[in-house]
């Protein structure tokens, strides 16, 4: 079955980075893009980008341009995102989502809780 | 890019119907046949419940479904049952800005 397992949780400092893995498995991770979307503290979701795992291409989202930048290793079926710079706005939790080019996500990560607190 | 307008809350009794609606604009919902509906219970992750505005993915109950209109999208759940309350959140392809989410609506079953 699809899988998608994420890293845990992190503490992280203001100005620090973070990068998170999301390990997929049940499906052939090429045929797929995969984003990655967050979620503060009771708010709602918002897109961070989109990678194409099979030639490594990326679109981010504005707001967040200059500070993400998403990989992947298909060696081990595994994407990876990091975010820079990072503030207490960024607090939230970091979910990986497996779908297509045109923003559906059929499959979800458990989600990362990222705290930045200093 | 900004989010889509959703009603931050909806409800209904059991057995009924409720719409939620989602407007963007034509950069987004009215541009494009890519709108999906999401499901979330509380600390859960989301759920696909409808895509490409109208289809269910395989085990979804046909009591949800969606439809648009200009830069409107809605999720109708009819028959509403306790299993329903739950955060609901639309999403849609953008174009060159990727995606981009509504800010999600709580729907009560009384």
């Known amino acids: 079955q699809v899988q998608l397992v994420q890293s845990g949780a992190e503490v992280k400092k203001p100005g620090a980075s973070v990068k998170f893995s999301c390990k997929t498995s049940g499906f052939t991770l090429t045929s797929y893009y995969m984003h990655w979307v967050r979620q503060a503290p009771g708010q709602g979701l918002e897109w961070m980008g989109i990678?194409?795992?099979?030639?490594?291409?990326?679109t981010y989202a504005r707001k967040l341009q200059g500070r993400v930048t998403m990989t992947r290793d298909t060696s081990t079926s595994t994407v990876y995102m990091e975010l820079s710079s990072l503030r207490s706005e960024d607090t939230a939790v970091y979910y990986c989502?497996?779908?297509?080019?045109?923003?559906?996500?059929?499959?979800w990560g458990q989600g990362t809780l990222v705290t930045v607190s200093s | 890019q900004s989010a889509l307008t959703q009603p931050p809350s909806a409800s209904g009794s059991p057995g009924q119907s409720v719409t939620i609606s989602c407007t963007g604009t034509s950069s987004d919902v009215g541009g494009y046949n890519y709108v999906s509906w999401y499901q979330q219970h509380p600390g859960k992750a989301p759920k696909l419940m409808i895509y490409?505005?109208?289809k269910r993915p395989s085990g979804v109950p046909d009591r949800f479904s969606g439809s648009k209109s200009g830069n409107t999208a809605s999720l109708t759940v009819s028959g509403l049952q306790a299993e329903d309350e739950a955060d609901y959140y639309c999403s849609s392809y953008a174009g060159s800005n990727g995606g981009v989410f509504g800010g999600g609506t709580k729907l009560t079953v009384l």
């Open positions: 990678i194409n795992p099979s030639g490594g291409s990326t």
């Open positions: 490409e505005v109208t």
């Open positions: 989502a497996r779908g297509n080019y045109y923003a559906k996500f059929d499959s």
